[in-house]
């Protein structure tokens, strides 16, 4: 049985991981006297967040930015702090800071397009089908390169403005074993000793099949894809392509079946591959991914996670009970519980701005916790406030604030918390059945208001990993007697 002075004073490891960006001319005696200042202030744990505002001389898995996390990673172990790794410069995930495309120029991200038969077909081009839109007009469908991009890291002189690397093609599994042999396979050579020890695991950050698209009008999608979401839809798409771009309710279905089909062959081509990766070395794979109550995709993550960021839940409104984003810690915690996972873990309050109070800072990680989170993600320590770099997705919740000297209670809070939170047995016997790719929230909402706990079920977990019989659904340590169905969509 734990006792009172390891509730006083969890572990280390359970405390915040806030988002630690490295955005600036680093320097070894900088990290370290940072280091100190978190542990001082009960923040035992970070992510390594390359982000930017670095200088061109420190480039996205350098060796000089590697030598930085190095001395990093080497003062955490010395403290007996956890670090985990982010697998991009900058975000979303998928591109590693444009080398991807340096490289292999034919992984550059593709879509799926509208093109007008008396018009030449771009270079690289393939026409799929032919086609008429809504107004009666012939049209091919073509793949093709998208005009899309990730954020960079650098600067374009003093900023704001910064480099905008090209994005990946991440339905092709071909780019994530060239993620993996540019970044995982050497963050696992470069810190073998500290993995799974010190170094808990790997971010991926919102990985999008369209990375950050300057198009309109365009659908993910890539050279032979078609035949993969026919194959995950278990019917031939092809005859339905124009309902991509329709507006006609009646062909809605068709369109969130090729959305559905797009994320399951995600699983196929990127999440599946860094989860094995992440697991043949003892590290987890750590993140989320873009869409909030996107519960399926959780099973490849060792730290289900998700991220509260835009002001998409705030104190006072309807918005912590209503609408997708509201889901989402009850959708990580969830799958941590069905899984046998031990963590589940939070970004939150990324651009909230700079108007954001300390109240709220507290109540939204309140809200995380008391729905099971218990690692969370804090969005964001700055190492640098300097010129531009203040203004980078606010709010800098770390020690460039006046909050900064009483943090260390608000961190102890947030460490018991997601300390009690883990490898606790939890007691619920009520369940609300998902699709793979949404969490309902209106019988969420009902269930909250009236403080009646529960837990989402995917139908992959009934399905295959439950037992049903007269007593209940037993799934994990759990026995659900009510399942709820609160759903209008088929399963």
Known sequence: ?????????????????????????????????????????????????????????????????????????????????????????????????????????????????????????????????????????????????????????????????????????????????????????????????????????????????????????????????????????????????????????????????????????????????????????????????????EIGVQRFFHYPGQDLVWRFVEPGKDTALQGAESTQAKCTSSAMVHLNRRRNSNEFCGAYGHQTTFDEIKWLADWCMVRGVNLLITHAFYYSVRGPRRDERPPQIGPWTKEWDTFKSFADHCRRLCWINTDSQHVCDIAILTNDDRCPWPAAAVCLTNQKDFNYLDPETLLEHATVDADGISVANLRYRILIIDNDKPL
Request: net charge negative; proline share 7%.
């Open 1 to 293: 049985m734990p006792s009172l002075d390891e509730l006083k004073n969890p572990p280390y490891e359970f405390s915040m991981m806030p988002f630690w960006f490295w955005n600036d001319e680093l320097s070894d005696a900088e990290l370290i006297r940072q280091i100190d200042d978190f542990e001082k202030h009960s923040v035992t744990g970070f992510v390594i967040h390359p982000r930017v505002g670095l200088p061109r001389d420190t480039g996205w898995m350098s060796d000089k930015l590697l030598g930085f996390m190095h001395t990093a990673i080497e003062e955490a172990a010395r403290r007996g702090m956890k670090v985990i790794l982010y697998d991009e410069g900058m975000y979303p995930s998928g591109s590693s800071s444009g080398q991807i495309v340096q490289r292999w120029p034919e992984l550059a991200c593709r879509c799926l397009a509208l093109h007008d038969p008396a018009q030449p077909l771009p270079a690289g081009a393939n026409k799929i089908a032919e086609i008429k839109d809504d107004a009666g007009n012939d049209r091919w469908v073509i793949d093709r390169r998208a005009n899309s991009y990730i954020r960079g890291l650098h600067y374009i002189g003093d900023g704001p403005k910064e480099d905008e690397p090209p994005a990946g093609d991440i339905l092709n599994i071909r780019t994530t074993e060239g993620i993996i042999e540019l970044v995982y396979a050497p963050f696992a050579k470069h810190f073998a000793k500290h993995l799974g020890s010190t170094v808990l695991g790997i971010f991926t950050d919102e990985p999008s099949a369209l990375g950050k698209s300057r198009e309109r009008g365009v659908m993910p999608g890539t050279t032979g894809s078609l035949e993969h979401v026919s194959r995950l839809l278990g019917y031939d798409f092809m005859p339905h392509l124009a309902a991509l771009w329709s507006r006609d309710e009646a062909t809605r279905q068709y369109r969130d079946d090729y959305r559905r089909a797009i994320r399951m062959r995600m699983n196929e081509t990127w999440y599946k591959p860094l989860s094995d990766f992440c697991a043949s070395q003892k590290i987890a794979l750590c993140g989320h991914p873009d869409a909030g109550d």
